[in-house]
């Protein structure tokens, strides 16, 4: 068990610079997840702490040793990769074994590690076969065994899960999760896919080309994202986002647009008094937006024309026009709506969004 | 009925039949005439009564002992053990490794490098041998059946490597890196994991420069002019072509034995090339 340190790190390919200055303390025991758009730059990152990818510069620290000249078999970590890369002329065991006989452990140590570990994951039955016969699911077990039959300091997990399908990567999602609060192994796990984030990371790291976006807990990022990119990324479906310019009027402030008309709460408008007379994106999340009923301040609330209604059964999903903006409204399964009507939508004023236009810093 | 699935699956299964069956008439033809060929009476070979395609006037083994008696057909034999099998060894160490260092080492000009290499193969011996004799003659190697174990690999390494750097570029770098991350060196990987999952690729490499060394007629031919020194190919005709006299019933005596080692070997190596080794090790 280790912590991981990563100081202005950087990877340049010839073309591409890949990395760019990425500082992260991975505390001891923790799960943190690297998650971004295609190409940010997570895979880099990881392998570069595996040694599978050379530094270009910067220093990468696992326990109280710099690694940055250790070739992968000496920086005691151990990686699952997303097309599992099992041995295909080994058995499950010779796959799960072959780390340990590498490092000369004793055949009886082997043996006891790997049962162990087998019986964990439940593949106790599947040790003496070869990977060709195994399903996708049973392979991807086969290879989270081979890598906690180790014991390393740091688990490194490279979008694991993206080759299963939906329902089997929700299982095993919990698996893992499970499985990490039984090791207590400080573990890197990298995806693309915001919900295995948010699920499964104590903490989590928005990447975006290159660039660390912001380092936060699950829900910390979800509620007070540091850019347009991170509000964005997190949380499904999207946060909407529209242009709208700041006026001063009857002593409050507002944002408005062609069709929009939104007073700005008290937590906001210290902040946002900077802006006046220029134009800011505001952000709403799906789910802060709501029916409203009479009772509802006009401050608060505005029209729109439903676009296409989506029922998912728990809740659903209306596309909408306010004005010139479209934008997604999740709303309570009982709401009666057809395509085309007219809707007022109420909205919770103390979890807007502001974001500056040029920079795209929260406000 | 016509038409109906199984009619259909028929017809289509006669026409299959029929080429496959076209095919290994055209394919069987010259090692049927060559056994039929060595097991005539020299007065049959050279008769024009009769049918040629069956042995009318008897069998005889007669040109199978005097090719053992006569001739030094053993000699050639051997010799051509001796050149084949370190030839197949080194040719095959080196363009592993070259094929290993060209697809996954990601050095600058490898894709250059690589394909270089498969241009050298496409001079033609022909052209080369002219040129090779000087080289032969300079290493002191002229009439010495050592002299193929230098040449016969500049023609396979080549080829050997391209065929490698192909199949090697079909084994996902995630295994080498799984392997690497587990514990194992550079050269463990290698050995423990790499060849082991490329061994489809190393039989056809294999066979290959097996092929090459085996049935070089041109160069034996060349450079050597003792009996003692050649080989089977150039050997079997050098002796058994006197001047304008074939001695047909010995040349295909011969040529049928030295055919059989190629046969066996693809034989027993096709038994061990499980197509689709590599299924499974990663997603399906
Ligand atoms: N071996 C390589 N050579 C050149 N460019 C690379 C290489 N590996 C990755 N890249 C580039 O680096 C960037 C980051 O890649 P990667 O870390 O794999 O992204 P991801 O976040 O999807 O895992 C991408 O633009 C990719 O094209
Ligand atoms: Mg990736």
Redesign the pocket.
């Known amino acids: 068990m280790a912590q991981v340190l990563m100081k202005d790190l950087n990877k340049k390919?010839?073309?591409?610079h890949?990395v760019k200055d990425v500082n992260l303390h991975v505390r001891d025991k923790e799960f943190i997840v690297l998650v971004?758009p295609?190409?940010?730059?997570?895979?880099?990152?990881l392998r570069m702490v595996a040694g599978l990818e050379e530094i270009t510069a910067g220093e990468i620290t696992i326990g109280d040793r710099v690694v940055n000249d250790l070739p992968p078999k000496d920086r005691d970590i151990a990686m699952v990769f997303q097309n599992y890369a099992l041995y295909p002329h080994m058995t499950v065991y010779d796959n799960m074994a072959f780390g340990l006989k590498m490092r000369k452990f004793p055949k009886a140590e082997i043996a006891k590690r790997v049962g162990d570990a087998a019986e964990i994951l439940g593949i106790q039955e599947l040790l003496r076969r070869k990977p060709r016969q195994l399903s996708g699911g049973q392979r991807q077990r086969v290879a989270v065994g081979r890598a906690i039959v180790r014991h390393p300091q740091v688990f490194l997990f490279d979008e694991p899960l993206s080759n299963l399908d939906a329902k089997l990567r929700v299982q095993m999602r919990v698996e893992l999760k499970r499985l990490h609060d039984r090791l207590e192994t400080t573990a890197i796990y990298?995806t693309?896919d915001q919900v295995e984030a948010m699920t499964l990371g104590d903490r989590v790291v928005v990447?975006k080309d290159?660039w660390i976006q912001q380092v936060g807990e699950p829900l910390e990022l979800y509620s007070k994202p540091a850019n347009r990119f991170v509000a964005g990324f997190i949380g499904s479906p999207a946060m909407n986002f529209m242009d709208v310019a700041v006026t001063d009027a009857g002593g409050a402030l507002w944002v408005e647009s062609n069709g929009l008309r939104v007073k700005v709460p008290p937590v906001h408008a210290g902040r946002l008094g900077a802006y006046r007379g220029q134009h800011v994106t505001l952000g709403i999340r799906p789910e802060d937006l709501r029916v409203a009923t009479g009772a509802d301040s006009g401050d608060y609330a505005f029209d729109t024309v439903v676009d296409v209604v989506e029922p998912l059964g728990s809740e659903i999903l209306l596309d909408l026009k306010a004005g010139d903006h479209a934008l997604v409204a999740r709303v309570e399964p009982t709401v009666r709506v057809k395509e085309h009507e007219q809707l007022r939508l109420a909205l919770q004023p103390e979890r807007l969004h502001f974001f500056d236009l040029k920079t795209e810093l929260s406000i | 009925m016509i038409g109906s699935p199984r009619a259909r699956r028929t017809a289509t299964l006669l026409v299959c039949y029929g080429i496959v069956g076209a095919f290994m008439v055209f394919f069987l033809f010259p090692p049927y005439w060559m056994a039929l060929t060595s097991l005539k009476t020299n007065q049959e070979i050279e008769s024009l009564e009769g049918i040629p395609l069956i042995i009318q006037q008897g069998a005889t083994l007669k040109h199978y002992r005097d090719l053992f008696t006569k001739t030094d057909f053993l000699v050639y034999l051997k010799n051509s053990v001796l050149v084949t099998v370190p030839t197949v060894l080194v040719s095959m160490v080196i363009s592993v490794m070259a094929a290993y260092a060209l697809s996954r080492l990601g050095f600058l000009g490898a894709g250059v490098i690589g394909t270089g290499v498969f241009l050298v193969y496409l001079v033609p011996d022909s052209l080369l041998f002219i040129p090779l004799f000087k080289v032969i003659g300079g290493l002191g190697l002229l009439n010495s059946k050592w002299s193929l174990l230098v040449v016969y690999p500049t023609a396979i390494v080549p080829f050997c490597t391209w065929l490698l750097i192909g199949y090697f570029a079909s084994i996902p770098r995630e295994l080498d890196e799984a392997a690497l991350v587990d514990g194992a060196n550079h050269f463990q990987m290698l050995v423990r994991i790499f060849l082991p999952v490329a061994v489809p690729g190393l039989i056809a490499a294999t066979i290959f420069a097996f092929t090459v060394s085996w049935s070089g007629f041109l160069y034996p031919l060349a450079f050597i002019y003792s009996s003692s020194e050649q080989v089977l190919t150039a050997g079997t005709v050098t002796s058994l072509i006197k001047g304008d006299v074939y001695h047909w019933g010995g040349l295909m005596a011969g040529a049928l034995l030295a055919s059989l080692p190629p046969v066996l070997l693809y034989a027993f190596l096709m038994d061990y090339y499980i197509s689709g080794l590599t299924a499974g090790s990663t997603k399906a």
Do not use: R
Request: aromatic share 6%; net charge negative; glycine share 22%.
């Open positions: 390919y010839d073309e591409v890949a971004g295609s190409g940010c730059g997570k895979s880099t990152t990298v693309h990447m290159g």
